[in-house]
């Protein structure tokens, strides 16, 4: 698309803005990829890691609807724009051109609807055993495999972080790529010498928070 066009788009694209206004939440940004560049852009606040004219990064949501003609939603970790957020992508026309429309959300947004788990199901030597969600006190990513923890007792499950992080009950909080906690196992928050937070759970275990997750952490327990 000619730039000349793209300018003289700029209504149609504040129009899609005016609409979706409607019923995202505030905190979300809107971007339009067209052919190989984003030719659209109004940030949230959470969200200015875009800018207009810029190249689509292969991974992004953007070039999945682009190469899949088909709505798509990801749950994206700070490996690539440096902050995680989950996004949710729409094909459409734009000057009889294949376009993609993002709705960029906070990390910590569910969507709505969404089956959330009751229990997860954890492996010990040969054995699996069902475990009550409320039971879980925080789940790791380590060597390339998820491991939860409930009663001082470690299980290994299949369902990677970012899988669970979109079915977990509002109550877990990813507080690091590696990390997802219960915020009702916290015992307290605090800093270390290098004023970086970590989180101390009733157990003793420590964990640290990410710079990347600090936001969400602060929004969501508010303090």
């Not at 994206?76 to 440096?82: A, K, L, M, Q, R």
């Not at 459409?92 to 993609?100: G, H, L, P, T, V």
């Not at 039971?135 to 939860?148: G, M, P, Y």
Request: glycine residues 4%; contains cysteine; proline residues 5%.
């Amino acid at each position: 698309m000619e730039m000349g066009k793209i300018k003289g788009a700029k209504e149609e694209f504040e129009q899609f803005k005016i609409i979706l206004e409607d019923w995202i939440p505030k905190d979300a940004s809107i971007a339009i990829a067209l052919g190989s560049t984003y030719v659209y852009y109004c940030p949230s606040i959470n969200h200015s890691h875009l800018k207009i004219y810029e190249d689509i990064h292969p991974k992004s949501i953007a070039a999945q609807v682009l190469n899949n003609r088909m709505k798509t939603e990801v749950l994206v970790d700070e490996s690539i724009f440096g902050t995680p957020f989950y996004a949710i992508g729409y094909p459409i026309m734009i000057e009889q051109q294949e376009a993609a429309l993002v709705i960029i959300l906070p990390s910590s947004f569910v969507p709505e609807k969404q089956e959330l788990y009751k229990f997860l199901t954890g492996k010990q030597d040969e054995d699996w055993t069902p475990i009550p969600i409320e039971q879980v006190s925080h789940i790791e990513s380590l060597q390339k495999r998820t491991w939860f923890y409930a009663d001082n007792e470690q299980y290994k499950t299949n369902i990677t972080l970012k899988e669970l992080q979109r079915k977990l009950p509002e109550f877990f909080l990813r507080i690091h790529r590696s990390y997802i906690i219960n915020i009702y196992f916290i015992k307290c928050i605090s800093k270390d010498l290098a004023s970086n937070f970590i989180i101390e759970l009733k157990n003793g275990t420590e964990l640290p928070v990410s710079q990347s997750y600090i936001n969400d952490l602060r929004k969501i327990l508010e303090f």
